[in-house]
């Protein structure tokens, strides 16, 4: 399975789930199941981003992209999720979660510094992440699957750690979707393991066309929302 066919099941499964939230009553029968299958496009995409940053020729460019689409993203997924649209410090999009996962990678892989300061800007972004969807949960995923790269074994333990993780933030915050669909993300195991290290058929459209589905598709669906 190539990055293309990930990403496709990434998009297909986020569509699902915000279409959950804006159409589906708290007391859908079937809520848990499609907030369940929502929970696998965060891992997907953490998991593609790590492996993004081996691919890059241009790091400080990706960088930018994923800056670039959360700024684009921000008043989209706002409006769609009800968040006040001026208030980045309370919410924002996974663009943002994504960027600084990124970052806490090429920190981990860079030469020089010591363990101790590496530990502490990681932590810096795991703590500048906190009102970003999948906040430092997205972060520590990526690092994770960075770090352990070439030992599937080791990342999918990392990642099943960090999930648990993911697991117990209700105890904390409360959760806005059935807790069972919070299980949701441990169905990308089998679909990472299949992954072949390949990206697929290589074009500007469709390189920009996954970054611009996210913010059209929430912007349509609140639109819609306030239609129907």
């Known amino acids: 399975m190539n990055s293309n066919q990930l990403k496709l099941i990434a998009v297909a499964a986020m569509l699902v789930d915000h279409a959950a939230v804006v159409f589906a009553p708290e007391d859908f029968p079937g809520l848990w199941l499609l907030r369940l299958v929502g929970r696998m496009t965060a891992p997907i995409m953490c998991y593609l981003i790590a492996e993004g940053y081996y691919h890059t020729h241009n790091l400080k460019r990706y960088m930018g992209r994923l800056f670039l689409m959360g700024l684009v993203s921000h008043v989209p997924h706002n409006l ?4 006040d649209l001026l208030a980045f410090w309370e919410a924002t999009d996974v663009m943002f979660s994504l960027l600084l996962g990124l970052a806490a990678l ?3 892989e860079r030469e020089g510094p010591a363990l101790w300061q590496k530990g502490l800007l990681i932590g810096l972004c795991c703590l500048v992440a906190y009102s970003a969807d999948w906040n430092y949960i997205a972060v520590l995923w990526i690092l994770g699957f960075g770090m ?6 080791l990342q999918m333990a990392a990642f099943s750690l960090v999930g648990v993780l993911y697991l117990l933030q209700p105890l904390v915050y409360g959760t806005s979707f059935p807790y069972i ?3 949701g993300i441990f169905l990308v195991i089998p679909l990472l393991l299949r992954y ?4 697929g058929r290589r074009s500007r459209l469709i390189q920009w066309g996954f970054y611009w589905f996210y913010p059209v598709h929430l912007l349509v669906l609140y639109l819609l929302g306030r239609v129907v």
């Open 148 to 153: 352990f790269r070439g030992s599937p074994a």
């Open 80 to 83: 769609c999720m009800g968040y």
């Open 181 to 183: 669909s919070r299980l």
């Open 106 to 108: 090429a920190i981990w």
């Open 196 to 199: 072949n290290g390949q990206r």
